[in-house]
Structures are given as structure tokens and as C-alpha cells.
């Protein structure tokens, strides 16, 4: 069984920084695709960001590219966030979630993913 921990998450002033972070264990991470998803207030869980199991292909959302940079750590199992120039929208439960089958490639629908961790709350405030 795989279990994915978020960390990072708070409150922030609009415009400010914050990194989180996802430890896996129960299996290394490094042939694994890893993806942080959100999930504001009365909307659904939407894909952020996405990274290959390598770390040598990352993909964005468009409302978060350039500010956000997602990054793995594959000896230490772990996978991060960093964003940057953070709007009150971007205020949401912020979900790292791991691929089933070693290798495969990023995708954005929720249902690709089949393990997830339990959230961490980012609040951005204006």
C-alpha cells in the first residue's frame, strides 16, 4: 500500500510563497508519475501540476503556469510544490496523488490516480 503525505500548506498574503511538500512510502517513488491536484470550495478537484516518473517532463494548468514549479526528490521519495505569486484563487485543499503503474505517462483526470494523500489546506489572502 502506498501512502502519500502532504505538508506546506497556511495562509499567505495574495502575492506571497509557499512550498509543499509529498512524502511517499510503502513503495519508492521514482518510477512513478506524481501529481498535486486542487480542490477550491464548491468546485471540483482539479489538476495543478503534474512531473514523469524521471522528472525530466512537468506539466502546468494554465492558470498556475509561471508561477508554479513542481519538482521530485526520487532518493528521498518526495515530491514539491513551489508557488509563487499566489492570488486569493489559487485558495484550495491541495492533493499530491501517485500514479498505479510504474512508467506511465502524466494525465490530468482525477481518476487516472489511484493513490492519494489526505490535503493540505493553502489560503490566499487579499
Known amino acids: 500500500q502506498v501512502q502519500l503525505v502532504e505538508s506546506g500548506g497556511g495562509l499567505v498574503q495574495a502575492g506571497g510563497s509557499l512550498r509543499l511538500s509529498c512524502a511517499a512510502s510503502g513503495r519508492t517513488a521514482r518510477s512513478y508519475a506524481m501529481a498535486w491536484f486542487r480542490q477550491a470550495p464548491g468546485k471540483e478537484r482539479e489538476f495543478v501540476s503534474g512531473?514523469?516518473?524521471?522528472?525530466?517532463?512537468?506539466y502546468y494548468a494554465d492558470p498556475v503556469k509561471g508561477r508554479f514549479t513542481i519538482s521530485r526528490d526520487n532518493a528521498k521519495n518526495m515530491a514539491y510544490l513551489q508557488m509563487n505569486s499566489l492570488k486569493s484563487e489559487d485558495t484550495a485543499v491541495y492533493y499530491c496523488?501517485?500514479?498505479?503503474?510504474?512508467?506511465?505517462?502524466?494525465?490530468?483526470?482525477?481518476?487516472?490516480?489511484?493513490?492519494w494523500g489526505q490535503g493540505t489546506q493553502v489560503t490566499v489572502s487579499s
Open positions: 512531473i514523469s516518473w524521471a522528472g525530466s517532463s512537468t
Open positions: 496523488a501517485s500514479k498505479a503503474h510504474p512508467f506511465a505517462a502524466v494525465t490530468g483526470p482525477n481518476e487516472d490516480y489511484k493513490y
